[in-house]
């Protein structure tokens, strides 16, 4: 199972870590999502939970459900990828069962409105657990999107504007004023290979 720990910095991680997701350096694309947090979060820690777990806090044990993986087989990742993490809330109009029926359902929706979301893999809340569990309360799914590039993330985001206002229509799950992102890079690659799973 995931375990993915919110750190306390970059500089002062687990070696044992899987993957190490960091601030984005582009401004641009870090302030796209530039929102009231739960918590800080200066960096995100990846591990499975048979390995040494991060130090910090909130920690959050996760089930991992595949919405799609890259297929192009690019021999090296781009150099400006950008996951997007985001903390999800469900609606207070759903119950938790109801809620990821249209979770999964979410994939279908953004593949249809988001043609440059490279890779899309969603993950359930098992439980929190650590430091500052007590902000990360009610966060009953993480979601990690992929862009190739920062201008595909800051300018294509939606394939339209159309497009943008009929995934917006199937949010109703989710309570967006409590939802929120991080905008990050990996270590040392952010590419669709920068998962706990894939490793």
């Not at 997701?21 to 302030?31: G, S």
Request: glycine share 6%.
């Amino acid at each position: 199972m995931p375990l993915l720990t919110v750190l306390e910095s970059a500089e002062d991680h687990d070696p044992a870590l899987t993957i190490l997701d960091v601030p984005h350096p582009h401004e641009e694309a870090r302030r796209r999502f530039g929102r009231r947090t739960a918590f800080a979060a200066p960096a995100l820690g990846w591990t499975n939970d048979d390995q040494l777990g991060a130090t910090g806090g909130p920690t959050f044990s996760l089930r991992e459900h595949v919405g799609w993986l890259a297929s192009d087989g690019d021999p090296e990742d781009p150099v400006d990828v950008v996951k997007q993490v985001s903390f999800l809330h469900k609606s207070d109009s759903v119950d938790l069962a109801e809620f990821r029926t249209s979770y999964r359902h979410h994939v279908e929706v953004a593949r249809r409105h988001m043609h440059t979301l490279w890779q899309y893999v969603q993950y359930d809340v098992e439980s929190i657990a650590g430091s500052m569990a007590g902000p990360a309360e009610g966060i009953v799914a993480v979601s990690v999107l992929w862009f190739r590039s920062t201008d595909d993330f800051c300018n294509r985001y939606f394939a339209s504007p159309e497009d943008q206002a009929q995934f917006q229509s199937e949010e109703g799950f989710l309570d967006l004023s409590k939802a929120f992102s991080f905008v990050v890079t990996s270590v040392p690659s952010a590419g669709p290979a920068s998962r706990v799973g894939a490793q």
